[in-house]
């Protein structure tokens, strides 16, 4: 079992950054992956990035340039910059080992414009 917390979510201006955070505990040492998966009312839950045990990252192409996510032990991060009103979604955090994916309980981001 692998439990996921996320913090970091807010209300900011378009143009403005955050820093999302996900403490992971539990059977840790199986993940694989962690990422960052967003959902905006009426859409379906999309990838913004991934990064493996191993540093590789994936970003989705709407967020490339603008967001950068890191790993640090048990904690993934998701520094996000030039906010846009279209990234405003609940953000997840993600974990994957080789048989389960995990999901925290999602955070909460608003891009006003």
């Known amino acids: 079992q692998v439990q996921l917390v996320e913090s970091g979510g807010g209300l900011v201006q378009a143009g403005g950054s955050l820093r999302l955070s996900c403490a992971a505990s539990?059977?840790?040492?199986?993940?694989?992956?962690m990422g960052w998966y967003r959902q905006a009312p009426g859409n379906q839950r999309e990838l913004v990035a991934k990064?493996?045990?191993?540093?590789w990252t994936t970003y989705a192409d709407s967020v490339k340039g603008r967001f950068t996510i890191s790993r640090d032990k048990n904690m993934v991060y998701l520094q996000m910059n030039s906010l846009k009103p279209e990234d405003t979604a609940v953000y997840l955090c993600?974990?994957?080992?080789?048989?389960?994916?995990?999901w925290g309980q999602g955070t909460q981001v608003t891009v006003s414009s």
């Open positions: 990064i493996t045990s191993g540093g």
């Open positions: 993600n974990a994957d080992d080789s048989l389960h994916r995990w």
């Open positions: 539990g059977s840790i040492f199986s993940i694989k992956a």
